[in-house]
């Protein structure tokens, strides 16, 4: 019997920080320790702009509280962390300033399966336990903002060709 394992992600999560091109695999609606409603995600890695082809189908768990815990200042941070989410994977602030999202169907089946297959950009940096960080940062990013941090890294490596590795010293990447 041959098995395909052409769709199966397990979560080895980057080594290194980078801006990646992502892929949404999979989502689950969660319920946090405090009892907050919460949706997570997987990406997988297609390409970072520093590393290339060198994390390819590592994954990156993310996830965003949803924007209904009653307490506005909390509920709207969230409602930005989503907004910049949605940009990432695809969606025009206007699409989702006027059509809105209906978080009170997330417990419907298949609520968050239209993320699935979208491609994104995040900002990512591993853990960093000794230094404080006990999770990883991530930060959605645009399609745009992506393509600049992708451009730094070529003129970098330019750079790098003709005047040696001072150059990255002075611009410190990381």
Known sequence: MKFDF???FVAVAPSRADVFKVEIVTTEKTETRKNSDRV???????????SGDGEKNCTVRDGFNLPNSGD????????????QFFISVGYSQDDIR?????????NDSGAFECLVGRTGYVKYAPADPENGRQ???TTWLTADQYAAATNA???VVTAQSTFGDSVEKILEMD
């Open 6 to 8: 052409g769709n199966t």
């Open 40 to 50: 997570r995600f997987q990406a997988r890695i297609i390409e970072g702009a520093k």
């Open 72 to 83: 506005d200042y909390m509920d709207g941070m969230m409602a930005r962390m989503w907004m």
């Open 98 to 106: 006027g059509k809105g999202f209906d978080f009170d169907k997330t």
């Open 135 to 137: 999770y990883p940062n």
């Open 153 to 155: 890294q070529d003129e």
